[in-house]
C-alpha cells in the first residue's frame, strides 16, 4: 500500500525558506516519478517540480531558481527546497507519485494517482 506524508509546512515572510518533505513508502516498483503540486484557495491544483528515479528533474516556471526538488532514497524521502518565498506561493503543498514509469510523464496532477494528505505553507508579504 503507497503511503506518502507530508511535512513541514509552516508560516514564514516573504523572502524566507521552508523545507518540505514527504516520507513515501509501500512503493512496488523502483521506477516512479515523484511529484510537488500545489493548490492555493479557490484555484486549481498544478505541478511544481517532478524527479524521477534516476533523478532528473522538471520544474514550474514559477518557481525555477527558487525551488529545488530531490530524493533521499536511503531515507525513502522527498524534499523540497523553498527559497525566497512570494505570498503567491501560499497554498496546500502535496506530494504525489506515480509508479511504474521509468520518465515523469509532465506536470499534470492527473498523471499522478497516488497522493499525500498535504501540509500548509502560508508566505506574508
Known amino acids: 500500500q503507497v503511503q506518502l506524508v507530508e511535512s513541514g509546512g509552516g508560516s514564514v515572510q516573504a523572502g524566507g525558506s521552508l523545507r518540505l518533505s514527504c516520507a513515501a513508502s509501500?512503493?512496488?516498483?523502483?521506477?516512479?516519478?515523484m511529484g510537488w503540486f500545489l493548490q492555493a484557495p479557490g484555484k486549481e491544483r498544478e505541478g511544481v517540480a517532478t524527479?524521477?528515479?534516476?533523478?532528473?528533474?522538471t520544474y514550474a516556471d514559477s518557481v525555477k531558481g527558487r525551488f529545488t526538488i530531490s530524493k533521499d532514497n536511503a531515507k525513502n524521502t522527498l524534499y523540497l527546497q523553498m527559497n525566497n518565498l512570494k505570498p503567491e506561493d501560499t497554498a496546500m503543498y502535496y506530494c504525489?507519485?506515480?509508479?511504474?514509469?521509468?520518465?515523469?510523464?509532465?506536470?499534470?496532477?492527473?498523471?499522478?494517482?497516488?497522493w499525500g494528505q498535504g501540509t500548509q505553507v502560508t508566505v506574508s508579504a
Open positions: 509501500g512503493f512496488p516498483s523502483r521506477r516512479y516519478c
Open positions: 504525489a507519485v506515480r509508479l511504474w514509469v521509468g520518465y515523469c510523464p509532465g506536470l499534470s496532477p492527473n498523471e499522478y494517482p497516488h
Open positions: 524527479i524521477d528515479s534516476d533523478g532528473d528533474t
